[in-house]
């Protein structure tokens, strides 16, 4: 089983970047489909993300679209969501997930996720 460790949340003013990385452990994460989600307070978790096990697959939100770009560096276990532009909506806890290792289809639902990390703090201020 993988386990994956969220970084790189944190406070910034709308409009503004941050880029938050999920390191994998355990096992390598070039085998999983890797996606991004976010639950902010009262809120059920969201689908932002999705990218193929090679990477040559991404999928995301209309709300985030032409924002968020998502990637993954294979040989450093790691994966990757940069968000610019960022809105006061965008506040959340973010977390990356990764799908069973033996389904290969992109996924855009949380309950076809198995392991997830802790979570990263997103808080984009007005």
């Known amino acids: 089983q993988v386990q994956l460790v969220e970084s790189g949340g944190g406070l910034v003013q709308t409009g503004g970047s941050l880029r938050l990385s999920c390191a994998a452990s355990g096992r390598t994460v070039s085998s999983y489909v890797m996606g991004w989600f976010r639950q902010a307070p009262g809120k059920e978790r969201e689908f932002v993300a999705a990218?193929?096990?090679?990477?040559?697959?991404?999928y995301y939100a209309d709300s985030v679209k032409g924002r968020f770009t998502i990637s993954r560096d294979n040989a450093k276990n790691t994966v990757y969501l940069q968000m610019n532009s960022l809105k006061p909506e965008d506040t959340a806890v973010y977390y990356c997930a990764a799908r069973p290792i033996t389904q290969t289809a992109v996924a855009l639902t949380a309950n076809e996720y198995r392991a997830w990390g802790q979570g990263t703090q997103v808080t984009v201020s007005s």
């Open positions: 990218i193929s096990r090679a990477g040559g697959s991404t």
